[in-house]
């Protein structure tokens, strides 16, 4: 239902950017999700309307949205391998259980996913 686009692989120390069509401007943000593990949550505008991190990509990752276009950014730097993984652009609509809570907000709503992969 979300249709976002970037992504590819990267040496470490890298960069990337990831663009995701999205017109709500809260609980929306990009989650990520390695094989044999749950989702979760990297960065995100919480219901509060403010960015939101893990910790593990405090300092690195930013989230941004054009409002003139609709769109949601997920500007990565300073890659390492341990970010590889497929990033799903998200967002919480309407009350269905389950998703992945981040930040107050409850994702379920999802992009196809993108695959980043970097190498050391």
């Known amino acids: 239902q979300l249709v976002q686009s970037g992504g590819g692989s990267v040496q470490a120390g890298g960069s990337l950017r990831l663009s995701c069509a999205v017109s709500?401007?809260?609980?929306i943000g990009w989650v990520r999700q390695t094989p044999g593990k749950d989702r979760e949550g990297v960065a995100a505008f919480g219901f509060d309307f403010r960015p939101k991190y893990a910790d593990s990509v405090k300092g690195r990752f930013t989230v941004t949205k054009d409002n003139a276009n609709n769109t949601l950014y997920l500007q990565m730097n300073s890659l390492n391998p341990e970010d590889t993984a497929t990033y799903y652009c998200?967002?919480?609509?309407?009350?269905?259980?389950?998703?992945?809570?981040?930040?107050?907000?409850?994702?379920?709503?999802w992009g196809q996913g993108t695959r980043v992969t970097v190498s050391s």
């Open positions: 709500q401007n809260n609980c």
């Open positions: 998200a967002a919480e609509r309407g009350n269905s259980p389950g998703g992945t809570l981040f930040q107050g907000c409850r994702f379920n709503t």
